[in-house]
């Protein structure tokens, strides 16, 4: 089942997707957060470019929305280059990398998405790209069928995986360079959403960036999109400008409480204590009930739940946390340690 959440990583549509766009950072210089992989970025990448190469292939991981395609493009402008995107699921075949690869140019940066999801076939048959810049391609079946050998330019592969332990050890250490982005503290989201403001000519209270900030799940891509809506509730039922006041009711009425949870996350939450007591609970089964996808669930909803302690993963399923019966007003059954061992 989809729904649009107001709080989810992915946009919700081609217009939305825009208006996010229009907000990325487009040089490391820009750039808010990640402190370290910024910098790490910027030595790799000078180094690369003062001895004319490219840069190692680089794994971006980390949950939905922080920025790993943002860092492609900006990878690929840093090295005056261009970038080609295309993301595991869509590649089916051997054959679908195979324009891609041969049209690569030395420096371009090929930016495949959701990497984790690569059939295996097409995976082996990047091995041979990345490591030696050349590929295997096999014409013909049987007895007639023949080991094509192809050179290819020397370009950058950015990889991005919001799973980095479902990659096979083969594709992982064909990358030279890691990076796991984290969630963003409140201050850095702060800074984010008033420099979105800026950009979108809308003036906006410290507090109220603040505010949005505290209800962006750490996620960058979720304080534009809230942003987004504060914005026209403030020039809609106020005077246009974002304050404090204008920014609780707007994300009132889009049901994004103050820990920036949404309908889907207290569903899920209230859905563990009512049914499963509080857990332990493993995700087939809040999958079953809650009707979605297991994948969604754990890419989307957990990771921000587990971060903040509302949840719990244990050998035995999902627990929900003492701080999420507070948030939720409810009084537990079993403090978390004794939920744990139940
Ligand atoms: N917009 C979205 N992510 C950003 C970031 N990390 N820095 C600045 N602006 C952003």
Redesign the pocket.
């Known amino acids: 089942m989809t729904r649009e959440r107001i709080v989810s990583y992915k946009p919700a549509s081609e217009e939305e997707e825009k208006f996010?766009w229009s907000?990325?950072?487009q040089t490391l210089d820009?750039?808010?957060?990640?402190e370290k992989i910024v910098e790490k970025l910027k030595i790799s990448l000078q180094a690369a470019k003062s001895r004319e190469e490219p840069v190692e292939h680089i794994l971006l991981h980390g949950p939905p929305g922080?920025?790993k395609t943002?860092l492609a493009y900006i990878i690929a402008k840093e090295m005056n280059s261009k970038i080609i995107t295309s993301s595991g699921p869509a590649l089916v075949r051997p054959g679908d990398l195979m324009g891609i690869l041969t049209n690569l140019k030395k420096f371009e940066v090929l930016f495949l998405d959701e990497i984790h999801r690569l059939p295996t076939v097409v995976e082996e048959f990047l091995y041979p790209a990345m490591e030696e810049f050349k590929i295997d391609f096999v014409v013909d079946k049987g007895p007639f069928s023949k080991t094509l050998n192809i050179p290819l330019k020397h370009f950058t592969m950015v990889g991005a995986t919001t799973r980095a332990g479902f990659l096979s050890a083969p594709l992982r250490d064909r990358f030279g360079i890691f990076y796991h982005l984290d969630f963003?503290p409140e201050g850095?989201l702060k800074?984010?959403v008033k420099?979105?403001a800026h950009i979108l000519g809308t003036e906006i209270e410290e507090e109220a960036a603040a505010e949005i900030a505290k209800r962006s799940r750490g996620t960058?891509?979720v304080?534009?999109r809230l942003l987004r809506r504060v914005r026209d509730y403030s020039q809609v039922k106020r005077d246009g400008k974002v304050s404090l006041n204008s920014t609780r009711e707007a994300l009132k009425l889009e049901g994004v409480d103050e820990a920036g949870l949404d309908e889907l996350d207290r569903k899920l939450l209230h859905m563990i204590i009512d049914y499963y007591k509080g857990g332990p609970v493993g995700i087939e089964a809040i999958s079953a009930t809650l009707n979605e996808e297991a994948d969604t669930l754990e890419d989307m909803v957990e990771p921000f739940l587990l971060k903040i302690g509302f949840l719990q993963r244990t050998r035995k399923g999902r627990v929900v946390g003492e701080k999420a019966y507070q948030h939720l007003r409810i009084e537990s059954q079993a403090g978390p340690q004794e939920a744990l061992f139940k």
């Open positions: 996010i907000l990325r950072p820009e750039y808010i957060g990640q922080l920025g943002t963003y850095e800074q984010i420099r979105s960058p891509r304080a534009n």
